[in-house]
């Protein structure tokens, strides 16, 4: 899908806050609400909207430790069992496949050191794991899910 300035504008708007109306969008973009609503439309049935969610302050909920933990698997026959047993815990929201020494990045949210601790042991006693590294986040500089290119371009 060829995407123009405008298109560019309308997906940060909605980056922005995904709830806003059309008619909000409108102004910014010089174009009527009807034509917001169909490229918004058209976004969506070519799958550059995929879908809409919210952002969630994990401090508040009480998850206030963020760890990065990088895996790496003895062979790559394990992939399928350590990627079905990685998805059921529900305190790892990330989950990356990657190139170099390890072979995947976890992003964990928990509550304390004791409950990261029980976490980690569960992902390193799955069959295969050959080694773990984890690095704990001291400060949350930027955390940006949404990437545009810019309108100008």
């Given at each position: 899908m060829n995407m123009d300035a405008v298109d560019i504008k309308i997906l940060n708007a909605l980056a922005q806050n995904?709830?806003?109306?059309?008619?909000?969008?409108?102004a910014d973009v010089s174009l009527s609400v009807s034509a917001v609503i169909e490229r918004i439309r058209k976004l969506e049935e070519n799958g550059?909207?995929?879908?809409y969610t919210i952002a969630?302050?994990?401090?508040?909920?009480?998850?206030?430790?963020?760890?990065?933990?990088?895996?790496?698997?003895?062979?790559?026959k394990h992939y399928d069992a350590f990627v079905e047993r990685v998805l059921?815990?529900?305190n790892v929201v990330a989950f990356h496949y990657l190139t170099g020494d390890f072979d995947f990045m976890?992003?964990?949210?928990?509550?304390?050191?004791?409950?990261?601790?029980t976490i980690h042991r569960s992902i390193k006693s799955v069959q295969g794991v050959s080694a773990t590294k984890t690095h704990l986040v001291l400060k949350t500089i930027k955390d940006n899910a949404v990437f545009l290119p810019d309108a100008n371009s």
């Open positions: 995904a709830r806003q109306r059309a008619s909000a969008i409108c550059v909207i995929e879908q969630l302050n994990q401090k508040k909920l009480g998850n206030g430790l963020t760890a990065w933990m990088e895996v790496c698997l003895e062979h790559p059921d815990i529900p976890l992003q964990i949210v928990t509550s304390s050191p004791e409950a990261l601790e």
